[in-house]
């Protein structure tokens, strides 16, 4: 069985004044290189990319490649809103070694399949990286269809795609694209072990930033045949994920776990806001949150 490779949607630290954290960037990059995470998105969706300043989205670019150096592969967030503000983006981004550069579908108006065709065709023949599709219908309102898929696989310089909360589409679109023109990479948060046992194995997602430790553990269970080892730590994300998703405040909640377990800066940026001592003193009294910073036993 082919080994699983994870790529972690870092979170962005940020300071009182929402410029970057380099302190909170340089300790969650330490984190998932301890952990043994092989890869990173950052400026993903669980980075807010959309909601930093400018400034700010420049200083990231400029420490994440300081920070990722000879750990792995890094990919870089570039989507923006039309064709002209990403291709800005684009062009700030050549100016750094980046693996990939990844491009969540235009979020403002709704472009047709045949418009995506040229939007991602257009901006890879800017792209100095490798350009990866980034399919989020779940927040940008529209899915990629396969038959696009297709044809933005024949430009060169499109390599793959990260599709998420389409497994059985994931799937389908593995089993009928070549993989060594176009890689399929799986956002499943719920499904890690499954998807690897079926043998899906490169997965991003942004709970890996959470629990990378927990993460590499349920890749080593799969690998070793320890079905029963990968799926406690399968729930472990579970409950984590749910525990984040349900909250009226899910970002404050991921600032606030950051923040327990050593990682500083806020990464919800304005007007999301932190926990207030009720909140954060509820959230670290769950039994799955004392679990993830090693008070108690998983089980």
Known sequence: MEAAYFI????????????????????????????????????????????LRDSTYRALAEHSVRCWKGEGELLFGVGDTSFARTKDRIEFANQFDFDGVVVLTPFHSKFSQEDLVDYYKGLADVAKSPLYLYDLPAVVGMAIDMET?????????????????????????????????????VAEPYHIDQLLNEGVTQQLEGMFAIAPQ??????????????????????????????????????????????????????????????DEEELRQLLSEEIVRQLLGEIPLA
């Not at 300790?27 to 807010?48: N, R, T, V, Y």
């Not at 933005?152 to 593995?174: D, Q, T």
């Not at 690998?223 to 994920?241: P, S």
Request: hydrophobic share 40%.
């Open 8 to 51: 972690t949607a870092i979170g962005t630290p940020l300071d009182n004044d929402e410029n970057l954290h380099v302190e909170g960037l340089e300790k969650q990059f330490e984190d998932q290189a301890a952990a043994g995470i092989p890869a990173i998105l950052s400026a993903g969706s669980m980075g807010c990319m959309q909601l």
């Open 149 to 185: 898929y297709f044809k933005v696989a024949e430009h060169p310089n499109i390599r793959g795609g990260k599709i998420s909360g389409r497994r059985e589409f994931s799937c389908e679109l593995i089993r009928r694209i070549d993989p060594e023109k176009f890689r399929v990479i």
């Open 214 to 275: 927990w993460t590499v553990a349920i890749g080593q269970g799969v690998a070793e045949n320890d079905q029963d080892a990968a799926a406690l730590y399968q729930k472990g994300i579970y409950e984590l994920r749910e525990l984040l998703v349900s909250h009226k405040k899910p970002m404050g909640v991921f600032t606030a776990l950051m923040n327990a377990r050593g990682i500083p800066g806020k990464f919800h940026p304005a007007p999301l806001k932190a926990l």
